[in-house]
């Protein structure tokens, strides 16, 4: 296999921050050596997260084996999804913003046409369904597990809770028209053709709001890996923690 040198578009700092994490980790099990030092080990996380490589690529790039590598990538992915804020944690944040915008994204995982429970109406794919809470602003602050893509953004909503959340933090939520009926904190968009004056103006400010939010979908997709998920939809829910740590210690 031809092996040349590449690059990740990330800070040197979220290098040195998954570096502490994993030398922290390293202590607390007594590790002694190992094949990769603390920083490639970290190095190797990244650019399986942001560049999407395969285990077998970066085992050859990194002169490891493909099981290897596996190991070191699957002990980061855990180090940092263990960091991840919860739901009730991502709250006291949320509490501090005069709004916030609520929206799902359907991450394509590589399922056959069987496996019904993964397959997304609307986007006529296999995925998984991940919630996304984000500020005024369209920076990321929080995302749900993963559940199969046939999920529907709502009952996705309900099923982790976010909709009480809301509600008893009293912030008001911003969404589009698959929230409709999710009740008093969560703002939806009018539905229908024949809309009179005011409410073709509500939905097109609306729109300018919530479009904020794309940002955070756009964030999410930076990194390549979920682009195409082929791991077990399993450990979708950790990679994506593992994301969102990576995405707040860079900002």
Request: charged share 25%; hydrophobic share 40%; proline share 4%.
């Amino acid at each position: 296999m031809l092996v040349y040198p590449s690059s990740i578009d990330l800070s040197s700092h979220t290098l040195r921050y998954l570096t502490g994490q994993l030398r922290a980790r390293r202590r607390e099990i007594g590790t002694r050596w190992r094949r990769l030092p603390v920083g490639r080990q970290a190095l190797l996380a990244l650019a399986h997260l942001r560049c999407g490589d395969t285990y077998a690529q970066l085992a050859a790039g990194f002169r490891i084996g493909t099981a290897t590598a596996y190991r070191y990538i699957r002990e980061a992915i855990d180090v940092l999804a263990a960091l991840a804020p919860t739901l009730d944690e991502a709250m006291k944040t949320v509490r501090t913003k005069v709004f916030v915008i609520l929206d799902g994204t359907l991450l394509p995982i590589d399922r056959i046409a069987a496996d019904t429970p993964y397959y997304s109406g609307k986007h006529k794919r296999h995925g998984m369904n991940v919630q996304v809470l984000t500020d005024p602003f369209g920076r990321l602050l929080w995302t749900s597990p993963a559940l199969p893509g046939s999920t529907h953004d709502l009952t996705a909503a309900r099923a982790h809770g976010i909709i009480d959340a809301l509600a008893k933090a009293g912030v008001k939520c911003w969404a589009d028209k698959a929230y409709q009926g999710a009740g008093r904190p969560v703002r939806v968009p009018f539905r229908g053709r024949r809309l009179k004056r005011w409410m073709r103006r509500h939905n097109s400010s609306h729109a300018k709001i919530r479009c904020l939010g794309e940002q955070a979908m756009a964030t999410l997709k930076g990194w390549r890996l979920l682009r195409k998920l082929r791991c077990s939809t399993n450990r979708i829910t950790d990679i994506v923690k593992a994301v969102l740590v990576l995405h707040h210690a860079s900002t």
